[in-house]
Nanobody
C-alpha cells in the first residue's frame, strides 16, 4: 500500500519561512507528477505547485517567487519550501502523487499552516 505523510506545518509569523515534507512509503520513481494543494477556510482547493519526474515545475501565480517545490528520489520525499509567508497562505496543505499515465492518484492527510502575528 502507498502512504503519503505530510509534516512541517505549524504557526509562523508573516514574512517567515517554513518547509513542508511529504514522506512516501516506497519509491517515488513510480510517480510522474507530484504536487502540493491547499485549502483555506471558505475557499476551493487550490493547486499550489507541481513537479514532474524530469524536474519541470509550475507554480500558482499567488506563490510564484516565494515557494519552491522539489523532490528527493533517494529519500522518497517531496518538499515545499515556503518563504515570505503571508496571512493569505494560511490553509491545510496536501501532498499529491500521480503514476505515469495518470492511472493512479494518492493523497496525504494534510498539514495545517497558519500565518499570523
Amino acid at each position: 500500500q502507498v502512504q503519503l505523510v505530510e509534516s512541517g506545518g505549524g504557526l509562523v509569523q508573516p514574512g517567515g519561512s517554513l518547509r513542508l515534507s511529504c514522506a512516501v512509503s516506497g519509491s517515488i520513481l513510480r510517480f510522474n507528477v507530484m504536487a502540493w494543494y491547499r485549502q483555506a477556510p471558505g475557499k476551493e482547493r487550490e493547486l499550489v505547485a507541481t513537479i514532474t519526474s524530469g524536474l519541470n515545475t509550475n507554480y500558482a501565480d499567488s506563490v510564484k517567487g516565494r515557494f519552491t517545490i522539489s523532490r528527493n528520489n533517494a529519500k522518497n520525499t517531496l518538499y515545499l519550501q515556503m518563504g515570505t509567508l503571508k496571512p493569505e497562505d494560511t490553509a491545510v496543505y496536501y501532498c499529491n502523487a500521480n503514476t505515469y499515465g495518470g492511472l493512479s492518484a494518492y493523497w496525504g492527510q494534510g498539514t495545517q499552516v497558519t500565518v499570523s502575528s
